[in-house]
């Protein structure tokens, strides 16, 4: 058997102490059979094995033909530029 610590709150660690001990058993009997219920609720689950993929983004295609960007970039900056004097 191995030996291991926890952190519960206040609240939590006096409700199980109270529980336990109205059942006559240990803090460590009960914690154990918690566990033990809690995963024969949830089984492991068989791990994933396939390789991540890149989620793929649907943006509704690209709105601006390439070649068009830099015109429009520049007539961008002339326009913001004017507004700077």
Do not use: C, N
Not at 13 to 20: E, G, S, V
Not at 36 to 60: I, N
């Amino acid at each position: 058997m191995t030996r291991t610590q926890i952190q519960l709150p206040d609240e939590l660690y006096q409700r199980a102490k109270t529980f336990a001990a109205e059942r006559e058993i240990s803090l460590a009997e009960m914690t154990r059979r918690g566990l033990e219920l809690f995963l024969a609720r949830f089984p492991e689950s068989s791990p994933r094995k396939q390789a991540w993929k890149m989620p793929k983004v649907r943006s509704g295609g690209l709105k601006v033909p390439l070649e068009d960007l830099h015109e429009i970039a520049a007539q961008d900056e002339e326009v913001r530029s004017l507004g700077k004097r």
